[in-house]
């Protein structure tokens, strides 16, 4: 149902998932330290609506990393 992928920025390479074309766009936006399965429970339910991104933000999970520093502000 749902598809691993990877985008490349050129500066890095993101992490996420995709899920089916089942309506508008809804893109998956996680916390500092967390990664795209922190929304696992949610994600078939979403599907059924939306066409559902679930993203690794850089420098998490499985997104490329980048020499500076990740800081939260």
Request: glycine fraction near 10%.
């Amino acid at each position: 149902m749902f598809r691993k992928r990877q985008y490349n920025t050129e500066a890095v390479t993101i992490n996420y998932v995709e899920g089916p074309q089942s309506g508008p766009p809804l893109v998956m936006l996680h916390g500092g330290g967390d990664r795209w399965q922190y929304f696992t429970p949610l994600l078939p339910t979403l599907a059924t609506r939306w066409h559902v991104y679930a993203l690794d933000l850089r420098g998490h999970g499985a997104s490329d990393r980048i020499s500076e520093q990740y800081r939260p502000e």
